[in-house]
Each structure stands twice: as C-alpha cells, then as structure tokens.
C-alpha cells in the first residue's frame, strides 16, 4: 500500500482557510487519494477523493501535485465544527476493499 | 443518519459475558467491514466481506466471531473478551466492485467497555 504521512496536529482560525498537507510518494498510477474526518468518538465521514486533478465539493477542496506526490485539503472557511482528526488515504489497487487508515491530523479551530 | 446503523451505541460487558454488536446498511451496497479503533491509535480492519462472503481477516482473535447473513446485515458477535479489547467498533458499508471509485460509509459506531 501506498504510505500517507501526515502532520500530527495543526491550528486554524475560525474563518480562515485551513491547509492541511498529505505526502504519498510512493503512490501508484491507478491509485486514488481520500479524504475522511473523524470527529471525536463519531465514524470517519467521507470528505473528497481525486486522482490527478483538483476537485471541489460542498465541504472542501483537494489539490494534488503534478507528480502525485502529494495532496493538499482545504476547508476555505474553517468553522469549529471542523475540528476533527482528518485521514489522508491512499487507495489500495490490488485490494479495492481496503482503506488504511493512518494516524490523521488532528485540525484544532480556534475562535 | 449515514445509513449504516450501529446498535448498540454503548456496551460494557464482563469478561465471562456472550454479546453481539450489530450493524444495518439499506444503501444497496454489497461489501461491509468491521473496523476497532482503540484509545488514540488508528483504525484497525477486522473482517471484510463481500456478497455475505468473508474476504479478509486481518489476523483477529477467535473471540471475535463475525456473522453476515445477508448484504444489508453485519454482526460481531463477542464472547470472553479482555479489557485491552474495549475500544470503539465501527462498522463500513460500500458498494463492491474493482472501481477505485467508491469509498466508504461508516456508522456511528459502538463503544464497549470490557471489565
């Protein structure tokens, strides 16, 4: 499996724009990136996913490098709401029923 | 509501107790997935299962016996469980199929306490 790294913890102010980096150097080209949140003691709630372009929805933004080799998830307005551990996953190719989860990155909003 | 239920939410049981943790998904998915997330460690994969089938045990003791009657229903029965064993049980839900495309729905989970 492709290994994600990813910051233990990060800050962000309420209304701000929260930036939280992923690194998947070894990804493959078949592989997707995910996005899930975690918020305290609830189940992991889908966020985004992509493969070679940027993509947006209703919660968030995902832009990957040119070389895949790693992600970026903004929340363009960070509300307290948000504070949640977020996983960055790599999809496994040759076990499409798997999702590793890694330790995350605990984003902590601030007012 | 996700569409993955979990009942029951909160459970503490003795080390000699028998009990069942249950799972129910009515998005017309065909694979679930027990998941165990202990104090600030990352979520572990317990069992896959695909079409009622067992895909995957990931090396989990015999205490934990998992059923899957149908698609939509998913059980984890327990019995002479460790207090180490006490976390929070999560179970997925996604359609099946080779498409990298489908991601995962989780229930709210249950947390057991063994004492």
């Known amino acids: 499996d492709a290994k994600t790294t990813q910051p233990t913890s990060m800050d962000c102010a309420e209304g701000r724009a929260a930036n939280l980096p992923c690194n998947h150097s070894?990804?493959?080209?078949?592989?997707?990136v995910y996005w899930y949140r975690q918020i305290h003691s609830q189940g992991p709630q889908y966020i985004i996913h992509?493969?070679?372009n940027n993509e947006t929805n209703e919660m968030a933004s995902l832009i990957i490098t040119e070389d895949r080799k790693s992600s970026t998830l903004i929340l363009p307005h960070a509300t307290l709401r948000d504070t949640a551990v977020y996983y960055c996953?790599?999809?496994?190719?040759?076990?499409?029923?798997?999702?590793?989860f890694g330790s995350g990155t605990k984003l902590n909003v601030k007012p | 509501e996700t569409g993955v239920t979990q009942t029951p939410r909160h459970l503490v049981m003795g080390m000699t107790n028998k009990k069942s943790l249950k799972c129910e998904q009515h998005?017309?998915?065909?694979?679930m997935y027990w998941y165990k997330q202990s104090a600030k460690k990352p979520l572990e994969l317990m069992f896959v299962?695909?079409?009622?089938?067992?895909?995957e045990n990931n090396s989990v003791p015999s205490r934990f016996s998992p059923e899957c009657p149908n698609s939509s229903h998913l059980f984890l029965h327990l019995h002479t469980l460790q207090p180490e064993d006490s976390a929070l049980y999560l179970c997925?839900?996604?359609?099946?199929?080779?498409?990298?495309?489908?991601?995962?729905?989780f229930g709210s989970g249950t947390r057991l306490t063994v004492v």
């Open positions: 997925a839900s996604s359609p099946s199929g080779r498409s990298s495309n489908y991601g995962y729905t």
């Open positions: 070894t990804i493959s080209g078949n592989e997707y």
């Open positions: 992509g493969l070679k």
């Open positions: 996953i790599v999809r496994d190719k040759y076990n499409f029923n798997k999702f590793y």
């Open positions: 998005l017309g998915h065909n694979a």
């Open positions: 299962y695909n079409f009622k089938e067992q895909t």
